[in-house]
């Protein structure tokens, strides 16, 4: 480590509070598009991470950067409760576009869907507002979550995130009430072996239904929140009949869907939306991350029948839609279709995933392997036999890859997955560099122990 990030290091450490972790000690002075940082010693990284799945365009994407520029040019802060502008109003046009519809043929006579949106920062005030909507649309005050879930560091996104620790640790004597879980279906550590997966839906969907018969009666829920595929959980995928039938168990019910797609959303997974891999139409969308292309930017999209069930000033939020942010958000979406990004992420995600069922083979510390397009991952076991989970030597793997050059990040309950949110628009030389050196880190562990 060069004597500039040192000195950077230490003022990390006098100022800023512990409780705002970093998974490496690396100081990064700038991007180079797509997927390529610079420390300020000037030694380079290939980035797997895209800041935590937010650079889903690339870093430092000329056309986004344009139109963010563009955009201050013109002016820096508005207010949308103060005065209109029309990048916020042209990305709910957007959103409503890409919300995901049923299928042609699906539903014959079908309603069509209308949406709009609302604008905040982040992913946490995404689901807060989501949660908020539901329940003044529904008048009901129950929300059935699910366990492993991640929903943000905001009170009622922290009671609804599934994990104790870390985040929710510290303050869960004064965590608000009304939020209740259900067992996610993860299928690699699930209690029993499954015969298929029509077997596993049944189960889990059956675990929901019991949720409602001994816990909270289904007339008190107002929504149930998913992530179509865990993101901090260890990008566990559910079955597709699981998610089929929460959504007919919500209809069965009157209460609403919403998928939470702060780290599926904006072409992650292959596909606009998650949720849209399992051929399901929520009610509500919670969105951060890539929608703001490295802007602070959060929205929630819903049917314009639940949003319009919420009265005048009962949201609202600063900054919430800055202009700038909304400009950058409306060239990354133009980006994203125009280039066929949601089919490169599939492509991607091949490319990925076969190297990792590769590498299973190989290193008896690769447990499963799953993911859905660019959301790729493996889990770190002691063994395939027992499965147990091993956390420390999913530590020395990240340490390995930022010493040789490149940004990873872990995730899972236990702290034992490997996860990849490359940026789409990543070189293949940088893609095949990045594989290399997370292979060499594995070759590293590996003959470590």
Known sequence: MGSRSEELLALKNRYVSPAFFHVTPVVIERA?????????????????????????????HPEVLEAAREQMERCTHLGFHLVLYEPYLRLAEALDRIFPRPAAGASPGANPIHTKSIFVNSGAEAVENAIKIARAATGREYIIAFTGAFHGRTYAALQATGKTKPSRFPFLASLPPHIVHAPYPYLYRAPVRFASEEEASAFYLAQVEHLLDTV?????????????????GGFIVPPRGFMQGLRQLCDQHGILLISDEVQTGFGRTGYWFGIEYHGVVPDLIATAKALGAGWPLGGVTGKAEVMDRVPPWALGSTFGGHPVACAAALKAIEVIERDGLLMRARW???????????????????GDVRGVGAMQAFEVVRSHKDRKPDPDRVNRI???????????IKAGLYGNVVRTLVPLTITEAELEEGLSILEAALECVAEGG
């Not at 289904?218 to 179509?228: D, G, K, S, T, Y």
Request: one cysteine or more; glycine letters at 10%.
């Open 216 to 232: 909270v009666a289904p007339e008190r829920v107002a929504a149930v929140l998913i992530e179509p595929v865990q993101g901090e």
């Open 348 to 366: 991607l995600g091949e490319r990925i995933a076969t190297r990792f069922r590769a590498w299973q083979e190989r290193f008896p510390f690769i």
């Open 32 to 60: 180079q598009y797509p997927a390529t940082l610079y420390d300020v010693d000037g030694r380079r990284y290939i980035d797997f991470a895209a800041g935590i799945g937010v650079m889903n365009v690339g870093h430092q």
């Open 398 to 408: 990240m340490e390995e890859c930022y010493r040789r050059g490149l940004i990873m």
